[in-house]
């Protein structure tokens, strides 16, 4: 079955400074990649997801990035602020079965102010 | 407004008294699915169903059973509650034509003593 790990588990950065967290995944046929947040005591919510067919997505201070060859992506948050704090999450699934994502293990984010 | 209910918010039992987690959602989703956090592994899923009476085995079932006779209902059930499925839980679902975005519980934590 399919494999994401995610890196690095914490992160620690000053408010203002850029923060990437990389995914990388071991199925070929994996063709969308989600990325969730989940802010402490909250439920995981979707915040930008990418397709394979698809090298980049941005919106607005978040972007994501694919490489389909290396299998990884990666999430980038520029400009973080306070409220970025939170774990997050990478997920790679086939469209077909959608519903079966495999997660990575989470990233704790910690933008100091 | 489109939710994802789960009951209850919190639950303490013992080791073997059965217990059910709800889980019912409004946005007449196909999909629906079970998953457990716990502290460094991230979200694994447990069972998950594509649709009513059809419901396939996640990543980490043993323990667990769940059942789809509705289609916006698919509650977990635990026959014998044992100390590690101490663990907060999260229901989710998505709608298979749309876009592929798993919608949230607000989780369930259980206490197994």
């Known amino acids: 079955g399919e494999n994401v790990e995610q890196h690095p588990s914490t992160l620690s950065v000053q408010e203002g400074d850029s923060a990437v967290i990389k995914c990388t995944y071991s199925?070929?046929?994996?063709?969308?990649f989600p990325w969730y947040k989940q802010e402490l005591g909250k439920r995981p919510q979707l915040i930008i997801d990418i397709r394979s067919n698809v090298g980049e997505k941005k919106d607005q201070r978040i972007a994501v990035t694919l490489n389909k060859t290396a299998k990884h992506f990666s999430l980038h948050i520029t400009e973080t602020q306070p409220e970025d704090s939170a774990v997050y999450f990478c997920a790679a699934s086939i469209n077909t079965n959608a519903g079966k994502s495999t997660f990575g293990d989470g990233t704790t984010l910690t933008v100091k102010p | 407004e489109a939710q994802v209910t789960q009951n209850p918010r919190y639950l303490i039992t013992v080791t073997g008294k059965k217990l059910t987690v709800t889980c019912s959602q409004n946005?007449?989703?196909?999909?629906m699915s079970w998953y457990r956090q716990d502290p460094g592994l991230g979200l694994r899923q447990i069972y998950y169903?594509?649709?009513?009476?059809?419901?396939d085995k996640g990543d980490v079932p043993e323990g667990y059973k769940v059942s789809r006779k509705e289609k916006r209902n698919f509650p977990l059930i635990l026959e014998s509650p044992s100390p590690n499925q101490t663990s907060l839980y999260f229901c989710?679902?998505?709608?298979?034509?749309?876009?592929?975005?798993?919608?949230f519980g607000s989780g369930t934590q259980l206490s197994v003593l």
């Open positions: 169903s594509m649709n009513v009476e059809v419901t």
């Open positions: 946005m007449n989703h196909e999909y």
């Open positions: 199925d070929s046929a994996s063709n969308y």
């Open positions: 989710a679902s998505l709608g298979l034509q749309g876009p592929q975005k798993l919608f």
